[in-house]
């Protein structure tokens, strides 16, 4: 069993300009985060949004080629001029591993500071036992590890789950109650990270998707269930333990039926592929993403279909409408099947939220926007989050030891 010093720890989102560096990486963390923000941007043009002047950026550039951090290439030719270059992550540098443990299967996947994800390993989940799913996750964790070694900076893992102080508590579409992933853990200085995938969605979408200039933005996701979260300033609204942004778990449906996570009435038992079967007369589906994407299909040619998508538009729409009401996003985005059901039935949709907005919201209400990531975004929110972690005084300190021809 692990100890203590491997357990998860909460996801840490806060955004870069959120933290206070010491004067000795101020720079270089600036000049990281640019090229993070913006892969592929030249010096020249990070030098600019920086207000650094030729000499500066040589140096803390000159300086972080050194620790390997970045690397500098040449860039495009683009007429006449003095050739520049464009900063990329170094070859040898640090990466953060990142997991996305959704219903039916997982992946793994290795980023560097520029953040692109590169899918490494993936799985199905032959059952859904705890032991069987951590067992082969945590597998492929350590076969990425042992490969990079000293390089793998964090872990950091999106699960379709209730999150709580770093720990699954709770995981409707995978049966799970409280589960232990301390075993994804791969060494006492590498932290481990876990968040809810929704929440990690809404983090990239935030950071790095359709609503990058926005301050405030509300992110709701439909997959088996209804998830989400509030991003303000770059940073998640995840509440005093961190299980905040369970939308799906508002009491916006029907008392008489009795969700999984033991609640009655809750939002997304009106909403998902559950909802479109029971307007159907059809049983509970086992897999209700695909029955749902099923009768998405379906809808424009069979007209009982259609109403029962309509229907579950509707409620998607009356939910979001007491969302925006609440909580006052400058932009929603929808991922998962929230888009495509919206698109199925626009005009219920379009109506039903109307409705359900104040009055003095209907004449200028946000934007309501299909996320940009789509299926990977809880992906990308995994490395967003690790990096985060990893993009410190501290981090850098750490590394600059590593790096050290002393050690």
């Not at 998902?272 to 897999?287: N, T, Y």
């Not at 006052?328 to 949709?349: C, H, I, K, N, S």
């Amino acid at each position: 069993m692990a100890g203590a010093r491997n357990r998860p720890r909460p996801a840490d989102t806060r955004g870069g300009e959120a933290r206070r560096q010491p004067a000795r990486w101020r720079g270089a963390l600036a000049v990281l985060e640019e090229m993070r923000r913006e892969p592929g941007a030249t010096r020249a043009a990070v030098a600019r949004r920086l207000g650094l002047g030729t000499g500066s950026a040589t140096e803390i550039t000159a300086r972080l080629r050194d620790l390997a951090l970045l690397a500098e290439e040449p860039a495009a030719a683009a007429g006449r001029g003095r050739p520049t270059t464009v900063l990329a992550p170094h070859p040898d540098g640090p990466v953060v591993i990142a997991v996305d443990l959704r219903q039916e299967d997982w992946r793994c996947a290795v980023a560097a500071l520029d953040g692109k994800p590169e899918i490494v390993a993936t799985g199905v989940h032959r059952s859904r036992d705890p032991e069987h799913v951590v067992g082969a996750v945590a597998g492929a964790v350590r076969r990425v590890h042992r490969r990079l070694g000293e390089r793998v900076r964090a872990v950091s893992v999106a699960v379709a789950a209730t999150v709580q102080r770093g720990r699954v508590v709770q995981s409707s579409v995978l049966g799970w109650d409280a589960v232990d992933l301390a075993a994804l853990a791969v060494g006492p200085d590498v932290p481990l990270l876990l968040g809810n995938d929704a929440t990690f969605a809404g983090l990239a979408e935030a950071r790095h998707g359709v609503a990058a200039e926005a301050g405030t933005v509300l992110h709701v996701t439909v997959e088996v269930g209804v998830g989400g979260t509030l991003v303000a300033g770059g940073r998640p609204v995840d509440g005093a333990t961190g299980a905040g942004g369970e939308f799906g778990h508002l009491p916006f449906g029907d008392p008489g039926l009795r969700c999984p996570c033991g609640a009655r009435g809750c939002w997304e038992l009106m909403v998902d592929g559950r909802a479109i079967a029971r307007h159907l007369g059809d049983p509970p589906p086992r897999d209700p993403r695909t029955y749902a994407e099923h009768a998405l299909a379906r809808a424009p040619a069979d007209p009982a279909v259609r109403t029962a998508v309509g229907r579950a538009a509707t409620g998607l729409a009356r939910g979001l409408a007491g969302l925006i009401n609440a909580l006052d996003p400058a932009v929603v985005t929808l991922g998962g099947l929230a888009e495509p059901l919206r698109a199925a039935a626009e005009p219920e949709f379009d109506a039903a939220l109307a409705e359900g907005l104040m009055r003095f919201r209907r004449a200028d209400p946000p934007p309501v926007v299909a996320a940009a990531l789509g299926r990977d975004g809880a992906l990308h929110g995994a490395v967003v989050t690790a990096l985060d972690r990893f993009l410190t005084e501290e981090g850098l300190a750490a590394w600059a030891a590593l790096r050290s021809p002393a050690r």
